[in-house]
């Protein structure tokens, strides 16, 4: 009767437990996490790349040692040295723009006396010096010199070898 005895009382237990498991509220499942929404992000507007620019262009027969024409002429002997001095400038005076420069010095009938190109890194304001000579002397007559930035024709200049 020990067995019966205790048998009684763990049953009685158990149901009670199953009863009491099964009147137990379930816990809400939480609702699903919204989806995402992916809030587009402000652009900046990429900064405009910096330009270069020639700002001027003399002539003349000699420069110093900043590239700068010391006295602006436009008539000159035929056996000067010609020197064409362009000013540059850059949109942004810290930015470094690479830029072709270049000078065409033609004579009055269009042939090309001389032609000269020069890849260069242009900050600020700068100056570059092109020029052109001839020992035995240039013919007389009238010239011109054609200044380019990147293949475009930017500045021109007559002058005159008497």
């Known amino acids: ?3 019966t005895r205790l048998l009684y009382p763990l049953s009685a237990a158990l149901a009670a437990a199953l009863v009491l498991s099964a009147c137990k509220k379930p816990e809400p499942t939480p609702p699903p996490a919204p989806p995402a929404t992916s809030e587009p992000t402000p652009m900046t507007p990429p900064a405009a790349a910096a330009t270069a620019a020639v700002t001027s262009l003399e002539l003349g027969n000699a420069v110093g040692a900043d590239n700068r024409v010391a006295a602006p002429a436009t008539t000159f002997a035929p056996k000067d040295t010609i020197f064409a001095s362009v000013a ?3 949109s942004d005076a810290m930015a470094t723009v690479p830029g072709k420069l270049a000078a065409k010095w033609t004579f009055q009938d269009g042939q090309t006396v001389h032609e000269e190109a020069r890849d260069l890194s242009l900050t600020g304001d700068g100056t570059t010096a092109f020029q052109i000579s001839k020992p035995d002397g240039f013919p007389v ?5 054609e200044i ?7 500045q021109s200049k007559e002058f005159e070898v008497k």
């Not at 007559?141 to 010199?145: L, N």
């Not at 380019?148 to 930017?154: E, I, N, T």
Request: hydrophobic content about 30%; charged content about 30%.
């Open 88 to 90: 540059t400038r850059t």
């Open 1 to 3: 009767m020990s067995r």
């Open 148 to 154: 380019s930035l990147d293949g475009s024709v930017v």
């Open 141 to 145: 007559g009238r010239y011109k010199v």
